[in-house]
């Protein structure tokens, strides 16, 4: 019934190269994902793979407008995100095992929802120590700050 009624948007949908890379990705980490939970003899090797899988995803949906935007926003304040993430990935996981421990299901739904909270509140974090004159936080120990030279500075002058 769904390919009699859905078949002409779904092979419309699919025409597109990029669309029809992200569809067959997405199918393939779900796949891994799935095979992982049920097989757990063989959850590390395709564990492993469906990280592959979900990197080659995330490469193809960056590709994408809207997205490509935030992922160039995420690029752009690495380096708070990098610095900030762990505290709130470490206090989320404190809170799981507080909470009865993590399952393969909740670890399906849980990973995007750290991972967005984690990328959040680092740019938050950094907005908060900003205000709070804390910038050299963030700033690297002087002998390995970049100094431009003094004939670059001279000519760039004029």
């Known amino acids: 019934m769904a390919g009699r009624y859905f078949a002409p948007r779904v092979i419309a949908l699919l025409a597109h190269p990029r669309r029809l890379r992200l ?9 891994l994902v799935l095979a992982a939970a049920l097989m757990p003899a063989t959850g590390e090797i395709l564990g492993k793979a469906a990280r ?18 935030i992922f160039s926003a995420i690029g752009a304040r690495s380096l708070e995100i990098f ?20 399952g393969v299901a909740t670890g399906i ?15 938050a974090l950094r907005e908060v120590l900003g205000a709070a004159r804390m910038d050299f936080i ?9 100094h431009p ?3 670059a500075v001279g000519a760039a002058q004029g």
Do not use: D, K
């Open 109 to 123: 739904v849980l990973t995007p929802a750290i991972s967005l909270v984690a990328v959040a509140g680092s740019v």
């Open 23 to 31: 569809v067959l990705a997405g199918a393939v980490f779900a796949g």
């Open 149 to 151: 030279s003094r004939g």
């Open 52 to 69: 592959f899988v979900g990197v080659a995803l995330a490469a193809e949906i960056a590709r994408m407008g809207a997205p490509s935007r």
């Open 83 to 102: 610095l900030g993430h762990q505290f709130f990935i470490a206090g989320a996981g404190v809170m799981i095992v507080a909470l009865g421990g993590p």
């Open 138 to 146: 963030y700033a690297p120990p002087p002998p390995l700050a970049h």
